[in-house]
């Protein structure tokens, strides 16, 4: 008898401590706390699609200063014909020709995203650049990554990939 009253204690014993650490878990997943959760990714989810609407159009508008403030002091830059910039510097320096001559056409359209939370996220686009007086253009598969950093979504790659490139006769 006194084995079977020893079992059921030990039994209750561990029982009450399972239960006892599950509470708190239980209460993490609660309504409230998932709502929190929720929001959140929410709300990175729209901060998401702000700056990725931002960073394509800056650069389609000639907005240095906001194209660059949306880029990460260590990204990557993998152009469609293969030339690689890494740094902001670099990146920069390649780019800002096309911000002071004002003189191409930059378009897109989504094809895909993914957003992990508040953590990172990509866009894959099509994408066309023309350049009308020289009469060339080309059209690309691009895809943009971005990280989540103190409180805003900044690029981290670019990456195109030629698909069609015309070169007029000037």
Known sequence: MDRFITR???TGVVAASVFGLAAPAVAAASPAGAGTVRDQAKSCAQKF??????????FRDFDWDTWIHGHDKGVVSIVADGRVRTGLDAVAAASRPRFDSKDS?????????KVDGCSTGFVV?????AIPRLDYWFTAVTTVTYEFKH???L?????GTLLEEHVGSA
Do not use: C
């Open 151 to 153: 409180g805003r979504w």
């Open 155 to 159: 690029v981290i790659l670019d990456q």
């Open 105 to 113: 056409v930059w378009s897109w359209t989504e094809l895909t995203r």
């Open 49 to 58: 699609e702000k700056a990725q609407r931002t960073d394509m159009e800056s």
């Open 125 to 129: 686009y099509t994408t066309k650049y």
């Open 8 to 10: 059921a204690v030990r």
